[in-house]
């Protein structure tokens, strides 16, 4: 199997890494550390501690079903006619 993509790939990020850690004066390794052990981690972690807060945020689960039963009469007219 032709695994050329995967190394070009991989020289291209490798280069990128060079370049940026030689333009913000740092080396390779402590770049490597700093976004792969750190940044990339504690964005994960923010990631998936606002989707939590957004799907479980408060208030979200104290709507009553004729409350959403109204809203849905008020966009829709039909729905009254339709068979529970």
Known sequence: MDNTW????FDWC????????????????ALNVW???I???????????INFYLLWKPGR??????VME???IKANPYAKTLPS
Request: cysteine-free; hydrophobic content about 50%.
């Open 6 to 9: 995967i190394e070009n790939t």
């Open 14 to 29: 490798v280069n990128f890494l060079l370049n940026a850690a030689d333009t913000i004066g740092i080396t390779y390794e």
């Open 35 to 37: 976004v792969f052990l």
């Open 39 to 49: 940044i990339v981690p504690l964005s994960l972690v923010i990631s998936v501690a």
């Open 61 to 66: 689960h104290k709507r009553s079903l004729p």
């Open 70 to 72: 109204k809203n849905l």
